[in-house]
């Protein structure tokens, strides 16, 4: 049978790295609400081109505005990849910790746990990069001005 402290003390080595998972669930949530607003878009601009009496200056604008939106769903989906990566990771970090603390009542912690924690951890900020880059392509591609 296993001590109660030992058990509270590997449940609470265990449950410390969930609130990166907590971080990435929110992430994924704002991901997700990007992707299906660039999806819409899209299918905007496509009905908007099948239009033959669009003028052709507008009919470039919009094309080029495709162009940008194709480009921010892939570093969305980047992102998105990074993100769920990241969260393998550390559920297999989680898994390990609680694992090792229970098993035998001693800290056996192998080179594992560093590998999916680092991996986890480079995940998140590779995902961060995505997004970073997925909103500076959408700012800057906004006509600020207005049209004459």
Not at 98 to 125: N, P, R
Not at 129 to 144: H, P, T
Request: proline share 3%; with cysteine.
């Amino acid at each position: 049978m296993m001590n109660p402290s030992t058990l509270s003390d590997s449940i609470q080595l265990a449950v410390a790295p969930v609130f990166l998972l907590t971080a990435v669930a929110g992430m994924i949530g704002a991901l997700t609400h990007r992707l299906a607003r660039v999806i819409d878009r899209s299918r905007v601009l496509h009905k908007e081109l099948m239009d033959e009496s669009l003028r052709p200056s507008i009919r470039d604008s919009y094309n080029q505005e495709l162009k940008n939106i194709a480009t921010r769903g892939r570093f969305i989906n980047v992102s998105m990849i990074f993100l769920v990566l990241c969260a393998i990771m550390i559920g297999l970090t989680i898994l390990e910790l609680f694992f090792a603390e229970t098993s035998g009542g001693k800290l056996m912690v192998s080179a594992f746990v560093l590998y999916t924690f680092v991996a986890g951890i480079a995940s998140f900020i590779l995902a961060l990069i995505s997004l970073l880059i997925e909103v500076l392509i959408a700012s800057y591609s906004i006509r600020w001005k207005p049209h004459n």
